[in-house]
């Protein structure tokens, strides 16, 4: 069974510093990982896909790397601002398309 | 594009009573929608999958008689939670998957926050 983690469960940073949020899973036959952001009380809003074939993806100032052989995924975050305040979630599908949701990193960034 | 909504957002509702929760897919279609259920500071836990003009599929401990699904059309399921109970306050969130493609990649709604007092 897929099993999905997030490290560190909470990270504070001041505005301005880089993120730097790793995403691991056990089974190495991924279809795709995606990274979300929830805000607090707030549904998921999708950040980054990236495709099993794929390296990295990239969005503005979010980007994602995926090393499946290591079974690792990390989600970069440039310049944050107050505004990134939020917990970030990652999560892989498996063949049937359930997802696996890691326990996700609350992030604050203090202004 | 790749729009899910939920209805209601939020709701409130003594024990013992049913609820109703909508899952809209409103510009695409889906054929397999999924529920989730999250507690306070814990991730998204599967609850069932539901696939349109069949029974849904629940998640081993998730108890089918208490929520029902209906995947009635390629844009709406339902989730009831019927004679609810306090423990079963929670934020659920579903997914749909895209008529079009396949199921790896799905589109979140909102969240409805279910409260029972």
């Known amino acids: 069974k897929q099993e999905v983690t997030q490290i560190p469960a909470a990270l504070s940073v001041p505005e301005g510093e880089n993120l730097v949020l790793n995403c691991s899973f056990t089974?190495?036959?991924?279809?795709?990982l995606q990274w979300f952001r929830q805000d607090p009380g707030k549904g998921l809003t999708s950040l980054l896909l990236?495709?099993?074939?794929?390296r990295e993806q990239t969005s503005g100032r979010l980007n994602a790397s995926l090393d499946k052989s290591s079974g690792r995924s990390t989600l970069y975050i440039a310049a944050s601002q107050p505004g990134d305040s939020a917990t970030y979630l990652c999560?892989?599908?498996?063949?049937?398309?359930?997802?696996?949701f890691g326990a996700g990193t609350q992030v604050v960034v203090t202004p | 594009g790749a729009v899910v909504s939920q209805h209601p957002s939020w709701v409130i509702c003594k024990s013992g009573t049913s609820v109703k929760i909508e899952c809209r897919s409103l510009?695409?279609?889906?054929?397999?929608m999924f529920w989730y259920r999250q507690f306070p500071k814990q991730s998204l836990m599967l609850m069932a999958t539901?696939?349109?003009?069949?029974?849904?599929?629940?998640e081993q401990g998730v108890e089918k008689d208490k929520f029902l699904i209906n995947h009635a059309s390629l844009t709406l399921s339902t989730l009831t939670v019927t004679s609810a109970h306090p423990e079963d306050s929670s934020f659920y969130i579903c997914?749909?998957?895209?008529?079009?493609?396949?199921?790896?990649?799905?589109?979140f709604g909102p969240g409805t926050r279910l409260t029972v007092t």
């Open positions: 089974d190495s036959a991924i279809y795709n």
């Open positions: 539901s696939n349109e003009g069949s029974k849904a599929t629940y």
């Open positions: 997914s749909a998957a895209p008529y079009r493609d396949s199921t790896y990649e799905q589109y």
């Open positions: 510009d695409f279609q889906a054929t397999t």
């Open positions: 999560a892989v599908p498996n063949s049937w398309g359930k997802f696996q």
């Open positions: 990236i495709q099993s074939s794929q």
